[in-house]
Each structure stands twice: as C-alpha cells, then as structure tokens.
C-alpha cells in the first residue's frame, strides 16, 4: 500500500507536468489549429533564462519569474514572427512550419549558447526528502504537484470568470463568430499564446529543478509525450488534454514500477502503444471534443 | 488487380528517364564523390515517395518513415552481416535470430526486411488508420519513438545505440536505381487506382468521400502499408550503402531531411517527390561543405553546426509562406505535358435492381440528451417520384436526412433502405445499398477534376471489367457537364458545384437520391437548369428523389408528393394541392393569427 501511496505521488509529479505542457498545447490547438512543436523550445527557453540569471546572480526567486516571463515573451514573438504569416493555413501547413520553427531554434541553442547541458544551480534547499510516515516525497516533486494544481485551478478560474478568458473559451468553440462578435483576433491570438508559453514556463522550471541542467534537446522528450497526452484526451480539449497528461504520467510510472528488469528499457515504447490502443476504441480521444459537424 | 490506366505508364515512363539517365551519367562519367552522391539520391527518392505514397494521397503528414526506414536497415542488415563479424558483435542474439542471421544475400535481405516492415506496418496501421489529421501525425510520430526506443533498447539484437557494422557494402547506382524505378511506378500507379483516387478524395473531404462508398478506414491503412514497404526498401538500400550505422541515424534529423525533400517539391504528387528531393541533396551536400568553416571569396566563414539543418528549416518555411503545394503543385508533370484523351461517356448497364426498391422511414425518433429531435416520423419514398421534405427552421429535417443517411442512428424506429437498415451498416455502405445524396453546404474534392469527383463514386459501385471513368462521363452527361470533365472542381462557378455534386452522387447509381437543398444560394436561372435536370434523372432512371428544400415554390412545381415537419413531428403528407389547402401547415409556416384572418 506505501508503496502504490508512493507511486501515487510520482505520478501525480510527472503526470501534472506532462499535463501543463499537454494544457499549454491544447490551448493554442483548440484556437488555431497549430500543434506547436516548437513548445518544447519555450521549456528550453526558459530553461536557460534561469540558468543565465543565476548565473549573473539574481536570486532564486527573481530568477523564476525572470523565467517565467521569457517564456510568455518568447510565446508571444514565435506567434508574430514565425506563426501569423501561415494563420488560417490547413492544419498540416501549421504543423509542417512549427516542426521547421523548432529544428532552427534547436540549432540555434547549439550554436549561439552551447550543444552542451550546461548546469543549473539550483537551491540546496529544493533538493532535500521530505518524510510523512512511510512516504518519501522530494521537496521538488511536492512543489511540482503542488504548482500544478495551482496552475491548473488558476487557468480554470481565468477561463471561466474573466472576460479575456471567456473569449478565449469562446475562440476555441467557434473562431470566426466571436470575430463578429467584435473581438480582435491578434489579442485573442496573442493571449492564447501567452498562457502557452506561461505553461511551458512553469513545466519548463520543474523539469531543470528536478535535473538540474539545461541543454538545447531538453524540451524535446517531455514535449513529445505532451503530443501524445494531448491525443489521448482529445486534441483541443483542454480537460482532455489534462486528463491525458495524468494518465500518461500514471502509465509511465506504473510501467516504470512493474515492468520486469529486462524490459524496463522498452518503458517508453510500451507507453506510448498503450496509449494509442486506446485509440482503436476512442478514435476521437478520451474526452473529445463534441464537435458538431453541419452536413 | 489495381487500375492501371495510360496514364499512369506515361507518369511513370515520364519520371524514370531522368532517374536512368542519372545513373547512367553518374556511373560513367561522374567522380566517385559525385557517383555516390547520385545514390544517395536514388534511395532518399525510394524513401521519400513512400512517405509520398501515405501522406500525399491521405493528407496526412507522416513522422513515422524514418522508422520503416530504420526497420528495413536494421532487418537486412542482420540478415546480410558478415558471419565473422556477427559473431563477436552480437555473441547474445537470441537463438531463434542466430539460426538464419548473417551471410546471406542482399535480396534476402531485402525479402527478409520487408517482410517485417510488413507486418509491423499492418499492425500500427490498424489503430493508426482510423484516426485523421492532426492525431494521426502525431500518432505517426510516436510510432517513430516507439521504433527507437525498441531498437536502442534490444542491445542484444542491434547493439542499441552503439553503431552497427559489417553490413556488406554492396548499394551503387546500380543497385539503387531499380529500386527507385520499383518505388516511382507504385506510387504513381496507386495514385490514378480506385484506392488512390479514393483516398485523395478522402483527404479532401472525408465526409462526402464515405458518403460516396469510400471505406476511408481501409484506404488509410493500405496506403500506410505500401509507403512502409518502400520506404523500408529505402533502408534497406541505405543500410547496404552506408556499411555501418546507429538508431540515431534514422530519428528525427532523417525525418526532417525527408520532410523538407517532400514539401519543396509538393506532397500531393510524385513528381513532386522526385523533384524536390533532387533539390535538397544538392542544396545539403553544399552547405555540408560550408559547415565545416569553408574558405568563400578570402571570406574565412566561421564554422557552423547544423548549417543543413537550419537551411533544410528554412526551405520548409519558405514554402509553407509563399508556396504551398510546393514547386510542382497539385498535378503529375505527365498530366501538365500529355493531359489525357477525352473519355467517352458510356452509361453502365442498368443495376440489376433487385425486386424490393423502397425506402421507408419507419416510427424514427430521434433524442439528443433531453431534447426530442424527431419523433415518430413514418412516410415512404417511392421510386420514380420526387417526394419532398419541408418544415420550418428546427422542424428536425437535418436529424431526419442524417438518420436516413446513416450517419446519426435514430434512438428509436428504423430506417429500411432496399431492406437493409442504415443505421446497421457502416456509413461508408449505405450509398452502396442504393443511397446517393448531396449536401446542404457544398462538399466536392475540391483539389480533383470535375472527372475525378464523379469517378471516386463511380468506382465504389462499379462491377468488375466496368469502366468507371465512363460511367462517370455518362453521369456527367445527365447534368450537362461533361465539357469540363478535366476542370479543377474548386474552379467551377456555383451552380455547377450543385450539379456536380448531383452528379456524383448518379453514379453510385442509387435507388434514390437524397438532395438537401439543392437550390440553396441559386439564381432564378441556375434554379430553373436545376428543375430541369432533376425532372430528367425521375423520368429516365426512375430514382426516387428526396428533396429537402426551403424554397417552397421549387418544392410545390417539383414534388408528386410532400412530407411536413414541424418541432419535430410529421404534421401533413400529401399532394402539393393537399399541403397547399392543409391548415396544420399553413399554421406552422405563418402563425396561428394571420392563418386564421
């Protein structure tokens, strides 16, 4: 029972950060259409704006939300420079220009900052064990979920009882009428991709914290499983997407925890067709998206 | 036995000769270096037309090629390596493997290697295949993962992500051009097939393409398996080039070349694949040469890594800004130079119509959680008559047409097509059991000839040894479009968007024909042609039409008989006279006040 208690609780860390990221996806999916590749970019972005404050002696707690405001600002340029000239494209252009996007920005790392993880000193204080009776739970992985949770009741409480959030709500059911409505598209647009990039940000600020470096492929990995996660739940759903996060997250963690020593290696593989088994029953995602099509 | 049509020889005949002059050219007359260069060519051609082969007729962009390619390298390989070497690199392969590892020949290896990206391609292919868009990229892009992961993690097998070697060198120009020509002529000749044109009909609109017999599921699937297949030969080749290789050589760096070779020459064709692969060699194999710092003009360039890599980005991204469809567009090089003869119309043989023609609606009812949608409606349509349905806005006939169509099972009732009952059947069959229809807003394959559109739904019904192309032209013939049989569907005017749509849904030759608004935005003239056609398919194929419509003249000069719905309930049936005198309807359509002054 500790022992699953345990599992219980590393999943909830990594599934809660695969789902920020899966979040972060699907709010720019359900708007635009975009499946942005280049959100691992924002991880890696902000990745390295902290690594760099450190460095240049900010403390800790400036140097997280130096982080965090690079991401949103990194969000927001990637959209008007690299994302507006194909809006309104089909999905497929969208996705081919942000698959481009991410592979120059990747070199772009390697060689204006270094193809080397460059280490990250992060506060001793984050690093220690937390002990609750029989669980062990790393400081990090506390603040992880915890921050998730924050974030994710923080995202729903915007959404549902501010204006700017509504119209996002309102963007993802049908872009063109809230148009009509008299809303601007850019400011839409533009805060979509904001809150993307904060979400990116703040998973991207849990991944250094528990690894402690930052190299330009680090938002690769966690950002490939958000795709898968977002799938899972229902591309454009925004619940799905958390949903999907945590599942993935489980799945892994169970893997992880029971799968036989020799196939341990295969952890990724076996989650990842898991997850699309799924999808010979629920096509359209776990909490798809009612789309009503007009015949 | 796939349709292989003129067409389709000259596409292939027309993409072959510069790949046999190159290796020619190459083999003769061009250094080493640039010989191998030419190789390299011919196996990135194989391996991006099959990439060709799934994403440009599905539309759907596909990550998961490098993996096949992967497969098939890793595959022939083990197949083909040295046995000297294969006992001290891999002395823990599994005894099963050990038994017929090593020492064989490059065709083996080829048989051996495809037979497994065969059979892997099947089996991802069969939840990959009934996804669409977005999803299934991305589901191609965790089939890519799931190959790497696999392979760097059977060390014992593949050596993990050490690097492979003693495979036997044995791919030149040579060797790699037939294989190139194989992969040319499959792609091109499944592109003009019925499974190929349905499929680009399906990438166009996937809605209309099942409303028009196509089993979209199906079509996905064999066109995944047969990229696999020849991408997997690229790897093959690859591997027998390269002599030693690792995981990572075939992730996403191979993934994104193959992207960028597909994209710049356009996704939709073959010749696209040939050409732009062309171009991103040479532009690769230059800036490979910069990479390393080069020496231009006594300018001392620093040195760059991932020079390619941001050259191959940046190709991707001009053409997504400024040219789509990429450098060759929508149609094959051969359809530009030798556009095709004229098909002559010739009407198919009539349906040997079975003895039960009918179409009855019977007892359909129809809730969406709490709100009853339909309920109850029961009329029939008879064959030879245009029955039409009419109500005002939320009467319930969108629920009704979906119902009939099978496309949203009614929660109560039945509806009995030819005996068959639609909501028992896949949607993609119900055109096939005698059920053709239009929509309400216009969805033609906007991307395929006025031909092409009519053609798809010709093949879904046509019997062996029939020519569909000319019992497509025959339908065309009824609406009075067979002139611009080889027009882009997107460029006709509106009006003969209805009637192509009409068109298309003749040639499944149905026993009835269900049109929802068919009028819908037309001009008084356009309407008028409209009348006219319709009146024609009742009088010479005796097809029972159902017409939903809001314009209430059309209905009352067109129907021999009228079904009206209101809130969701049959209130009148019966002759336009009848329904023109009845007062339930003339209540529903004005209001209870004015209809009683």
Sequence with gaps: MDIFLQQLLNALSLGGTYALLALGLAVVFSIIGLINFAHGELMTVTGYAICFALIWGLPFPLAVIGGLVVAVAAAVLMERVAFRPVRGASGTTLLLTSFAVSAILRVLFQNVISARPIPVSIPTSLSGVITIGPLHLGTIQLISIIVTLVMLLGLNLFLHRTMAGRAMRAASEDFAVLRLMGMRANSIVATAFAISGLLAGVAGILWVAQRGSVDPLMGALPVLKAFIAAIIGGLGSLSGAVAGGFLLGFIEVILQAYLPESLLPYRDAFAILLVIGVLLFRPQGLLARKTIIKL | ?????????????????????????????????????????????????????????????????????????????????????????????????????????????????????????????????????????????????????????????????????????????????????????????????????????????????????????????????????????????????????????????????????????????????????????????????????????????????????????????????????????????????????????????????????????????????????????????????????????????????????????????????????????????????????????????????????????????????????????????????????ARPASSLPYGAQRRLEIARALALRPSFLLLDEPAAGMNPAETDALIVVLRQIRADHRIGLLVVEHDLKLIMRLCDHIVVLNKGQMIAEGTPEDIRANPAVIEAYIGKRRAAA
Excluded: C
Aim: net charge positive; no cysteine.
């Design chain 2, 1 to 485: 036995m796939p349709r292989i049509g003129m067409q389709a020889v000259k596409g292939t005949v027309v993409l072959a000769l510069p790949l046999i002059a190159l290796a020619i050219v190459a083999e003769l007359f061009l250094p080493a270096a640039l010989a191998r260069l030419a190789t390299l060519y011919l196996i990135y051609v194989t391996a991006v037309i099959g990439m060709q082969i799934y994403s440009g007729n599905s539309g759907i962009i596909s990550f998961g090629h490098a993996g096949f390619m992967a497969l098939g390298a890793y595959g022939s390989a083990l197949l083909t390596i040295q046995p000297a070497v294969l006992s001290t690199s891999l002395p823990d392969l599994p005894s099963w493997l050990a038994v017929i590892a090593g020492g064989q020949t490059l065709p083996v290896g080829m048989l051996g290697a495809l037979l497994v990206v065969g059979l892997v391609a099947a089996l991802f292919g069969l939840p990959l295949a009934r996804l669409g868009g977005a999803a299934a990229s991305i589901a191609t892009l965790g089939f890519l993962v799931i190959v790497h992961v696999t392979l760097v993690a059977s060390v014992d097998i593949t050596r993990g992500s050490q690097t492979f070697f003693g495979v036997p060198r044995g791919v030149s120009t040579w060797e790699a051009l037939p294989v190139a020509l194989v992969a040319v002529a499959v792609a091109r000749i499944y592109r003009g097939s019925k499974g190929g044109l349905s499929l680009r009909a399906a990438r166009e609109d996937e809605i209309a393409a099942r409303a028009s017999g196509v089993n979209v599921v199906r079509q996905r699937f064999i066109a995944w398996v047969l990229g696999g297949l020849v991408s997997g030969a690229a790897g093959v080749l690859l591997a027998h080039f390269l002599g030693a290789f690792s995981p990572k050589d075939f992730y996403f760096n191979l993934t994104f070349l193959l992207m960028s070779m597909l994209i710049l020459g356009g996704i939709s064709t073959v010749s696209g694949a040939v050409g732009g692969t062309a171009l991103i060699v040479v532009m690769v194999d230059l800036l490979r040469r910069l990479e390393g710092g080069a020496d231009v003009f006594g300018l001392q360039l620093p040195q760059v890594f991932g020079l390619t890599d941001i050259g191959v980005g940046v190709v991707i991204l001009a053409v997504m800004y400024r040219l789509r469809d990429g450098l060759f567009g929508l149609r094959e090089v051969d359809e530009r130079l030798f556009p095709e003869p004229v098909v002559k119309a010739a009407r198919p043989d009539p349906s040997n119509a079975s003895d039960q023609i009918s179409l009855s609606i019977k007892g359909v009812g129809r809730r969406f959680a709490g709100l009853v949608a339909l309920e109850d409606v029961s009329f029939a349509v008879r064959p030879g008559l245009v029955t039409g349905l009419i109500g005002p806005n939320g009467a319930g006939k969108s629920t009704l047409i979906n119902a009939i169509s099978g496309v949203v099972p009614p929660s109560s009732g039945h509806v009995l097509l030819n005996g068959t009952d639609t909501a028992l059947v896949p949607v993609h069959e119900v055109p096939m059991r005698g059920l053709g229809r239009t929509f309400q807003n216009i969805r033609l394959f906007r991307n395929l000839t006025v031909l092409e559109n009519v053609t798809v739904a010709a093949d879904a019904v046509a019997r062996p040894n029939e020519d569909s192309r000319a019992a497509a032209m025959a339908a065309l013939e009824v609406v009075g479009m067979q002139e611009l049989a």
